[in-house]
């Protein structure tokens, strides 16, 4: 009760979440009258960060940076304009689908956001679309870069549960096409009830062309994801050929992107990463004092007395996570909640882990999309000056169909599983 106080307390103050974890370790330690503790905290620390997959986070981050310095963003929108630009409410279809392929590259649901709301959200304005509904799909199709790899929740997810990352990263594929799929029903259906207009006519003679001239930026995807599925490469070999691809893409096809660049983009995929890192291996402090303490035993016993099989077992964690979810940001959300939740599902429920952690990291994701913090609506928002709150209202339908896709996710493993070996 003492070290959840304090952290509670560090936590209301405004201190990153990483250090609260730390804290919490130090408290734990204290208040055990345990001092010996003090000389296996520095070793649970470094434990955290010694796992060779963990290299795939920068990797990915520093292909999003080359990927947005290469001009491959603003390329793969107007791939997407080609293929289903011209239908009634096109360009809503163009945001997710070309969220969907940046997707498959990013794998940040903030940093896609951020971008996206800069390129997407003008251009539906000037269509006549209303400014609050286009910022809201945004933040939406945002949620898509968590799920479809690579995705750095995932990649954290399996250092915290110990499984193959590249079976995480396979996982996501099948629900991010769903959702993608879902995604597009709720707009069709909206665009029969609010009308929403038309992007211009293209002729079949332009989109071939236009998908000719912007084709080769799926190079970088298909080399990320290709290379994991033909089992080629792990997800950190993928993530450096990845990388490379993105460069020379950029370098040779769309020739925006400088060699000079490099080091800048490498320093802020850096930071980003480090931050990452210093919050897994916070995490590792974290897991160590809750088993320390007996929080999973504890856990599994009064969820053992609520749920009497996986499938009730799983729809108490959607129910727990989404509210979780909704107040802390993904990756302390993963931190949190797995080592805890983890054991109980796998030892009492034998749920795959893989499947828990996919049902995990939507949750979670869905989180940012809601109130009261909703972390992908305000990036929204900083960017096109639409109100979080009047976003979330009008893109209800959208949030009803990700807890849908849950529910589904939760009830049938395959649909994770499908393309796992």
Known sequence: MITSAAFIAVMLVGVPIGLCLCLAGFVYIIASGNPVLFQ????????GV?????????????IGEIMNG???????????????????????YVNILANMFISSILGSATAQVAIMAQIMVPEMEKKGYDKTFA???????????????????????????????????????????????????????????????????????????????????????????GSILGGLANATESAAVGAVAAALVGKYWTKE????????????????????????????????????????????????SVAKDPVSFMLICNAILLVIGTVIDGIPGLIMTVPILLPVATDIYHIDPRQFGVVVVINLVLGLLSPPVGLCFFVAAAVTGAKPGKMFMVTLPLFGISCILLVLLSLYPSLSLALIK
């Not at 983009?265 to 004092?289: D, Q, T």
């Open 40 to 47: 296996s905290y520095p070793l649970q620390l470094f434990g």
């Open 50 to 62: 010694d796992s060779y997959g963990l290299i795939a986070i920068p990797l990915f981050i520093l």
């Open 70 to 92: 290469g001009g491959i963003t603003r390329r793969i929108v107007d791939m997407a304009m080609a293929f289903v630009g011209s239908l009634k409410g096109g360009l809503a």
């Open 135 to 225: 910022a809201g799909l945004t933040a939406y199709g945002g949620m898509l870069g968590p799920i479809i790899p690579p995705s750095v929740m995932f990649v954290v997810y399996s250092v915290l549960a110990q499984v193959s990352v590249s079976d995480m990263l396979i996982a996501g594929i099948v629900p991010g096409v769903i959702l993608t799929a879902m995604f597009c029903i709720v707009i069709a259906l909206m665009g029969y009830v609010y009308n929403y207009p038309k992007a211009d006519y293209q002729t079949p003679r332009q989109r071939v062309a236009t998908i000719l001239r912007t084709s080769p930026t799926l190079l970088i995807p298909i080399v990320i994801v």
């Open 257 to 304: 992107f400088q060699f000079s660049q490099l080091p800048q983009m490498m320093l802020r995929a850096g930071i980003y990463a480090a931050i990452v890192l210093f919050l897994v291996a916070a995490a590792a402090v974290f897991s160590w004092v809750l088993i320390f303490g007996k929080v999973p035993q504890e856990t599994a016993r009064w969820i053992q």
